[in-house]
T-cell receptor, first 116, second 111 residues
């Protein structure tokens, strides 16, 4: 099992540029989560999908952030335009099984984003 | 909204000493999970507690869920350098809602 796959692992970009982060959940998992981690704010849930449908995007900081899940095996998180305060590690996670109530989350290795 | 608070934020111990991190929720939880994140790594699931007063053990790690299902603790006996990392609790309110993560407790161990 390859686990949750994220790309790129590192991204350095300049302020104002568009950034796209990618995630491939574990095959068969039907819920996917995007998190942002910073020293100041810890691990924050941005958005999650269940069966490819966005369920809760209340954690998305502002309109510059958008996320899509066109199919069960792929999701993107886009920041446009990026700002220095978006610098963080972005994790994708997926749920095993079909129960959002009980199942554990498997995290990907993360994308470390630096916006200059 | 629901909040999950963890203390302490940082803890340094000598190898062989015990360590405890505490997690408190502003609301009753349906379950709580614990994760460990090594430096430079990603959170890795450790355990889930569901029942009121539940206690689970994994070798030197003991996890407890409070009777009111609003608090939890992780205790490590005789820490080792391999225990270094950040330990997160994550609580779930109503069934079907997303986990809310605490800010974590970062453990450092000196030999």
């Amino acid at each position: 099992d390859a686990g949750v796959i994220q790309s790129p692992r590192h991204e350095v970009t300049e302020m104002g540029q568009e950034v796209t982060l990618r995630c491939k959940p574990i095959s068969g998992h039907n819920s996917l989560f995007w998190y942002r981690q910073t020293m100041m704010r810890g691990l924050e849930l941005l958005i999650y999908f269940n069966n490819n449908v966005p369920i809760d995007d209340s954690g998305m900081p502002e309109d510059r952030f958008s996320a899509k899940m066109p199919n069960a095996s792929f999701s993107t998180l886009k920041i446009q335009p990026s700002e220095p305060r978006d610098s963080a590690v972005y994790f994708c996670a997926s749920i095993s099984g079909g129960s959002l109530s009980r199942d554990t989350q498997y995290f990907g290795p993360g994308t470390r984003l630096t916006v200059l | 909204g629901q909040q999950v608070m963890q203390i302490p934020q940082y803890q340094h111990v000598q190898e062989g000493e015990d360590f405890t991190t505490y997690c408190n929720s502003s609301t009753t939880l349906s379950n709580i999970q614990w994760y460990k994140q090594r430096p430079g790594g990603h959170p890795v699931f450790l355990i889930q507690l569901v029942k009121s007063g539940e206690v689970k053990k994994q070798k030197r790690l003991t996890f407890q869920f409070g009777e009111a299902k609003k608090n939890s603790s992780l205790h490590i006996t005789a820490t080792q350098t391999t225990d270094v990392g950040t330990y997160f609790c994550a609580g779930r309110g109503q069934a079907g809602t997303a986990l809310i993560f605490g800010k974590g407790t970062t453990l450092s161990v000196s030999s």
